[in-house]
């Protein structure tokens, strides 16, 4: 596969490593009274769609930017690659 | 033997003889030959056995796609098995073997299965050699594993090399036949930059076999035109003897390029070099498979598929026999008749299925419209044919053609399905193709040549627009249309004599119809049962045969009993080209300490230790044994002195105003007041709340921070760091970057460290215990103005430093370290020593984080803080995760100070039965202490802090043995710390 590197340009999948769903950006309050309950869900429960997917990758073999890939699982097709930065900070992670 | 089967015309160089062996036979062929029809050439009509009855086979085919004629190539290490006659490209000195015969090819003693045939039919193992259960390992397998299989394998280590490469293009053009050929030239004019890959040698399909005019020219010469105008373009890469293995995601082609398989030797060079193919567009220009028709005994030395026969003929120059006939089910097996006519081969019959008029009227040729081959007469050699119709004919070659199969087979490598098309009696692609393929040709059903060029010209038009190249479109060459008409015949009904259908395999007309009648009616099952299709020719000439005849036995259309799709390889690829470069030491790279050379010098032994090579210890003159080293390391560090490269160990720089917080959030204990000049031990959790990895990590200044990770996790840590510095906590001012290769580091360990320090660091850094206590840091210079950093921390639990220099000094820092401390008797010693006094002290490695270990296991659960926000703290509370009764980190010794404690062992309370349920925890580490003078071990066991002093029975059924042990505190020296403080 190939992935479009926001910075670098096409990149041969080979370089990165896969981590998983976007969602583990959503990492959950640790002050929230569910804590327990919302770390459980954090960190175990994952949808598997057969269609468009959120993905973390990592370039590891290049600039070490991690990544949020869009891909279908289906057909492998990529729609949108974004540095994982900027979505963690538009899906309101801060300080 | 002379080339009795040789004759005018075609594309060998006479002025090149070769010579070879077949067999040990000497015979000779020319520089354009393949091997199978140098053989032919000479004669040679039996080239092998079949797979299951060892039936006499010849050679069937003039492609990759030859299911029969597979030979051992070469001799010794480079001797390969199942190389296809067809596709070795002849050379002088070339060696050959038949297969799958035990005596000679002509007399097998294995034929006997041929007699037994009618209990070998489909499922025969399944149904035989269930019983009795305990003959299997014994005496069936061993049995049929002699028997099965086809080449041998030489047994020895390959002697050649292999490479791997990476290419680049606009156009991928596979298959260089007309439709290639038109596609390359009309992309490689419009400048796009193009690649066009065949898996023969000489470049033009089917037109070297074939006698069409096209451009006004034969067609041959078109293609000869064609390739030499591409050859004189920059912006087209030409790639012979390289086959276009698999269609990948997103445009990447696998090729496999035949290097020096043409030569006598490599002579140094790769073999052959696995290609990945990064191309914006794709033509399929694959072409089309022949398929033959199954009638009884079909498959004597002889039976030829009708378009090899012409290759043969036209393209070899070597006729496949003197007196041929032509069995067809379509207009193309006719060309083959009026072919050989011209070249004035002796054509005895057309023997054709269809009742339509006769196509062509050729001198001397009988024609038999409606008519069957019923039967075959010759056994090492065809003799004759028998025809429905009562005829008989003498020949010694039939050419057969049932119709030709678009090679779809890259199509399907991801999402396509291939469909019926009932006026080619054939699939062609279907479903979604690879992204961005056209296929164009034959391959898509567009048989006749002036339609395949007409199709690729305009497929690959369309391509160009896509990449946003312009072209103009130019003439295709003038080309004929000619008939292709094809019926829709499969086998001659016949229930008493064997048809093939699958040669390679040996599954015949009537292995289908049991399968169909037992109720393996789903095409995949129908493959799997009677391995129709399988093994190095994958059913090219095969599976629809067997599809149809499927389909008419359960009474449904082609379409409706399926298909099976393809997966790549299109054919074998060399698992040594898979491997390329990656064998041997190359297979794991390791990495080399910076006191490697200085270590090799000094009696080092080495061990992988993650991907690095460590001295594991240092033998002296007189150690009999690695443990009288590692006993004397273990023991001079502890009374004097000792250095060990600790390098290896993750090391990661983190600076940025919010570095001290961001450590707060990885690492499960306070860092955020963690003074300057100061280092702290760390516990990182996973997420879930177990250990995940610890070290230590120092503060250089005020927004500069050092930390130190195992070895093994090293890169996992930092790409952690990476993922909560960008993905978990985008705002906080911290970056990263790893130093581990940067700084070569030192433990310099034992009473007499700080003394031997002295001698290293420059003068005006105060060491002294007041100004440089137990866990202080800073930044040095040593012997004279060299940087340095120098940690007091101690893993071996004596008074302990260890100092880093820049790499590049780090052998150098080796012996001058060992120098200073010759007064001191100071040594170097490696990891097992290191393992040694780790476990003399109870430090927690590897053994003991085993992925379930909490940091309640290991007695370190109040450190998990809950007053902050970190990795793991939250699920790490867990009820289960905090039980009370919980297995804990003990130190361990046998009751019986002589007695070898075993890693492994589980402990169970005296008293109780040895079982699972009464499992108490197990032993993670073992060594022999030579401080102690007896065994020690850390280990797991329930309540173990509760158990101080308890006996408990060490069992370990892999070994046998079991022992009493005594649960002791897991500090087995100096639980106090004072030494290292002092």
Redesign the interface.
Known sequence: ??IDHPLLGTR??AEF?Y?GDVS??D??D??AKD??QQ??D??YLRDNPAGAHQE?W?H?QGD???LVVTRDT?????SKVE???DV??ARG??? | MTQVNRIEGGYVDRRYQCTFHFNGKPMVGHKGDTLASALLANGQTLVGRSFKYHRPRGIFTAGSEEPNALVELREGAHQEPNTRATMVELFDGLKAKSQNHRGSLEHDLLAVNDLLSPFLSAGFYYKTFMWPKAFWEKLYEPVIRAAAGLGRLSMKEDPDSYDKGFLHCDLLVIGSGPAGLISALTAARAGARVILADEDFRFGGRLNSETYALGGMACGSWAEQAVSELNSMDNVRLMSRTTIYGAYDHGIYGALERKTDHLASAEGRPRQVLWRIYSRRAILAAGSTERPIAFPDNDRPGVMLSGAVRSYVNRFGVTPGQKISIFTNNDDGWRTASDLVAKGIDVNAIIDSRDIATVTQLDGVRVHMNTHVVGTIGRKALGAIKLSDGAIYPTNCLAVSGGWNPNVHLTCHQRGRPQWRDDLCAFVPGGELPVGMAVAGSANGSMTLAAAMAEAQEKTLAQLEALGISSKIEEVPQAEDEPRECAAFWHVKNDKKRAWVDLQNDVTVKDIKLANTEGFRSVELLKRYTTLGMATDQGKTSNIAGLAILAEESGKTIPEVGTTIFRPPYTPVPIGALAGRSRGKDFRPYRLTPSHRWASENGASFVNVGNWLRAEWYTKPGEKGWRDSVDREAKMTRESVGICDVTTLGKIDIQGRDAGEFLNRVYSNTFATLPVGKVRYGLMLREDGICYDDGTTARLDENHYVMTTTTANAVLVFRRLEFARQCLWPNLDVHLISTTDGWAQFAVAGPNSRALLRKVVDEKHDISNEAFPFMGCGRITVCGGTPARLFRISFSGELAYEIAVPARYGNSMMAVLNEAGAEFGAIPYGTEALGVMRIEKGHFTGNELTGQTTAHNVGLGKMVSQKKECIGNVLSQRPEMIREDAERLMGFRPVNRSEKLIAGSHFITKGDPTDMDHDQGWMTSVAHSPNLGHSIGLGFIKRGHERMGEVVRAVSPVHGKEMDVEIVSAHFLDPEGERLRG
């Open positions: 596969m190939l041969d999948a490593i981590l583990l950006i990492r959950p640790w002050q804590a327990m770390f459980h954090y960190g973390l990592y590891e070490r930017s991690w289906l057909t492998h097709e990529i540095l994982a930065r963690a900070r992670r801060d300080k």
